[in-house]
């Protein structure tokens, strides 16, 4: 079985960061791709 890679939903890329997880223990993603100004977590 192969692991899907992690990719963001704004942008399709795969260059995300993990950023911890939140109450839930849902993990976080940053997203590494959008330079500029918003860099979205989800
Ligand atoms: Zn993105």
């Given amino acids: 079985m192969v692991l899907a890679p ?12 993990k950023n911890g997880t939140d109450r839930n223990g849902k993990q976080r993603f940053l997203c590494g791709n959008e330079k500029s100004d918003s860099r979205k977590m989800y």
Avoid: L, N, T
Avoid at 6 to 13: D, E, F, I, L, T
């Fill in 6 to 17: 992690v990719k963001c939903p704004h942008c399709g890329s795969d260059k995300v960061k």
